[in-house]
Nanobody, 120 residues
Framework: QVQLVESGGGLVQPGGSLRLSCAAS????????LSWLRQGPGKGLEWISE????????YYADSVKGRFTIARDDAKSPLYLQMSGLNPEDTAVYHC?????????????WGRGTQVPVSS
């Protein structure tokens, strides 16, 4: 059974930083591209970052480019999202997902998420 469990969320002040983690099980972690998604209040799911198999090139939505960094550790199976320069528009529930920017919605496999409120 595929399981994706996010952690590391919490209240952060504008301009602050946070690192999210995602523990995965039930599939061969190193064989799949992985993504981070987010869902802001009253909004739909938004893809924000992808890391392909092998951790080569990474990809980001314009809204987070230059501020967020995705990374993976195939030996231990966590996925990370380092977030910096956070602003209130980044307030959302953050989910990790199997798949790339093009395939995550087709695979339909993401965790329940971790909340990140950005507020002073």
């Amino acid at each position: 059974q595929v399981q994706l469990v996010e952690s590391g969320g919490g209240l952060v002040q504008p301009g602050g930083s946070l690192r999210l983690s995602c523990a995965a099980s039930g599939f061969t972690f190193s064989n799949v591209a992985l993504s981070w998604l987010r869902q802001g209040p009253g909004k739909g799911l938004e893809w924000i970052s992808e890391i392909p198999t092998g951790g080569g090139s990474t990809y980001y939505a314009d809204s987070v480019k230059g501020r967020f960094t995705i990374a993976r550790d195939d030996a231990k199976s966590p996925l990370y999202l380092q977030m910096s320069g956070l602003n209130p528009e980044d307030t959302a529930v953050y989910h990790c997902a199997r798949g790339s920017a093009a395939t995550w919605s087709l695979l339909g496999s993401w965790g329940r998420g971790t909340q990140v409120p950005v507020s002073s």
